[in-house]
């Protein structure tokens, strides 16, 4: 079962936050700080989930999972919206995306919210 | 915890602690050599004692003065030392420079193997939590930092744990244009998740890079440690170093002082050729507000003098000390110079330079050892430098590495208090209280100037109670 999962996020903490914590439960965790390299780790790798930041230094998470979908159909993806930013999240499922959670993240909730996908 | 509550800014609640997460994992399954842990729990008159019968000229009340002591602006630091030789055999712990943000629980086995924080609890129970509760002011607990997640997670979750309060921890880079904190009159905010500024009471401060381009003076906001601990000398070599000289101006006649290479100040550019030649064609050059090795050059030899020129700023100023040798130093002054003592030698006969890393804090007795580590070097003392090889790799004993995607650190040259590592760094008790006793006289020196410069810090009352 693919289990390995990207994170697109420019915050080092949350990355290595949020990596440690999937890992404890059981997933294959790769991040990238920017747009460029979460490209480059998608062409080298199939992912079940991508859990992507909205605001990142050289593209948007809604451009991001564009170009996911087109290298790797079945991943699930999640976009991490600003609090209260109800545009981009509606922006993003009609783009695609499977869920969207607001900051703050709560570690449990989002493992609540891959496992539901 | 709750990630991303804004951006860079992250809610740590307690519970949050997470052993693993705060320290490397090779420290995770070390255990903490009996030596060290007899002498971390040596009171301050056994240090003064064993001092003063180490030095018989010092003044033993002196001495206890100065352990005892309460600063009160530099209430954590951590001192970097090296073990040295002269040509009569005397050895010595030679202070290098004193660092207002020190990194180092990560790196330091468990004292007690019950108490799970380990340093972290130490610091933040005996250090910030009486400072912030002797503060009266509203606000949340915050912790700031431009480096070292892995120490700063675990400070931000101590302190959660300690107050029972949820604490935010923000990233306060230097290069970031839109900051997740502020001050307005003196009075820290950090940035939530409703992108509202909430007014921090207290915090702890791991913030390393120009510090002084962010955080004002006198704040009202209780900050561990303030800004004025870096402007006295706690990140600028330069005007540690001239503290030290008031100190052992001072001292002189208790038969105290403290111990650094000879030290030149505020040299050109110009005159760096000069002192390179009169001190036999070999010395330190230091950016004086450099950090993690970054900014330091050693030069052995003119080609390295020249890349060090073309480097540096024709238009600052440097502070210029005497190099400590290895085995193949020449054209040496045998009465001044100094030798790393270096490494046991390994099964190879390879024998490092190595520095200490003193961590102290201030607690209600006084000045206290926290946290100890070692570095070694990539290349052997007793072996000759080949041609290609920069004499950094001999000297240098940082073992942080600027990348592309940040900082990085050299694993295999990090040597542990431990039972394994500690044996091979050849140091004795006697060594540890001498490096200790140091360390607390460069505090003391740096608060002391921080004192004159500043003021009284708004502690003073607490302080003395």
Redesign the interface.
């Known amino acids: 079962m693919n289990n390995k999962v990207l994170i697109v996020e420019d915050d080092v903490v949350f990355c290595k936050i949020l990596t440690k914590f999937l890992t404890k439960n059981n997933y294959e965790v790769l991040d990238a700080q920017n747009g460029k390299d979460a490209i480059e780790l998608m062409e080298m790798n199939k992912f079940a989930f991508a859990i992507l930041d909205y605001r990142l230094p050289d593209m948007n998470g809604i451009e991001i999972l564009e170009k996911l979908k087109t290298k790797n159909e079945e991943a699930k993806t999640i976009l991490i919206t600003r609090y209260g930013d109800q545009d981009v999240a509606s922006k993003a499922i009609d783009k695609g995306a499977d869920a969207f959670i607001s900051k703050p993240i709560n570690p449990d909730e989002l493992l609540s919210v891959i496992k539901g996908l | ?8 800014v ?2 740590v609640e307690p519970g949050d602690f ?1 052993p ?2 705060h320290w490397y994992p090779r420290v995770l399954n070390s255990n903490i050599h009996p030596l060290v842990a007899y002498f971390l729990n040596l009171s301050h008159e056994q240090i003064a004692e064993r001092y003063h019968r180490l030095h018989p000229q010092s003044d033993l009340e002196t001495l206890m003065e100065i352990l005892r002591y309460q600063p009160q602006y530099f209430r954590w630091a951590g001192t970097d030392l090296m073990h040295v030789t002269n040509h009569e055999g005397n050895r010595k712990l030679t202070v290098i420079e004193t660092n207002s943000c020190p990194s180092g629980q990560k790196s330091m086995p468990l004292l007690d193997l019950n108490v799970e924080q380990g340093g972290y609890k130490r610091l933040i129970e005996q250090t910030f939590k009486p400072m912030v509760n002797a503060h009266q002011m509203e606000g949340a607990l915050a912790v700031i930092y431009d480096k070292n ?1 892995m120490e700063n ?1 675990g400070y931000a979750a101590t302190v959660a744990d300690v107050f029972g309060e949820n604490v935010y ?1 923000a ?1 306060f880079d230097k290069a970031d244009i839109d900051p997740p904190v502020k001050f307005e009159d003196g009075v820290m905010f950090i940035k939530n ?3 509202e500024w909430v007014q921090i009471r207290a915090s702890f401060r791991y913030v390393t890079q120009e510090p002084w381009t962010r955080l004002p003076e006198k704040t009202k906001t209780l900050i561990l440690n303030p800004i004025e601990a870096c402007l006295a000398g706690g990140r600028n070599k330069e005007i540690a170093s001239a503290a030290y000289d008031v100190f052992n101006e001072k001292y002189k006649d208790k038969g105290i002082g403290i111990f650094t290479p000879k030290t030149f100040r505020k040299v050109k550019y110009a005159e760096l050729q000069g002192h390179f030649d009169r001190l036999g064609g070999s010395m330190v050059i230091k950016v004086p507000d450099s950090n993690a090795g970054q900014g330091v050059y050693t030069v052995i030899s003119q080609s390295e003098l020249d890349h060090a020129m073309s480097e540096i700023d024709p238009n600052d100023e440097y502070l210029i000390q005497e190099l400590i040798h290895s085995n193949f130093s020449r054209n040496l002054d045998p009465t001044s110079a100094w030798y790393h003592v270096g490494t046991i030698p390994d099964s190879k006969g390879r024998s490092f330079a190595f520095d200490l890393r003193l961590m102290m804090h201030a607690t209600e007795e006084g000045i206290r050892p926290l946290a100890v580590y070692s570095r070694r070097s990539r290349f052997p003392l007793n072996q000759e430098l080949p041609e290609d090889m920069n004499s950094w790799e001999v000297y240098g004993t940082n073992l942080s590495i600027k990348g592309e ?2 900082w990085t650190y050299a694993d295999e040259r990090l040597m542990l208090f431990d039972i394994r590592n500690f044996g091979q760094l050849g140091l004795g008790i006697d060594e540890l209280i001498k490096g200790f006793v140091q360390s607390t006289m460069a505090v003391y020196a740096i608060d002391q100037n921080a004192i004159k410069s500043y003021g009284n810090s708004a502690i003073k009352d607490y302080i003395n109670h």
Do not use: R
């Open positions: 915890m709750k990630l991303s509550i804004s951006k860079n992250h809610l997470e693993t997460d997640p997670i921890l990233k998740e409703k992108e995607d940040g």
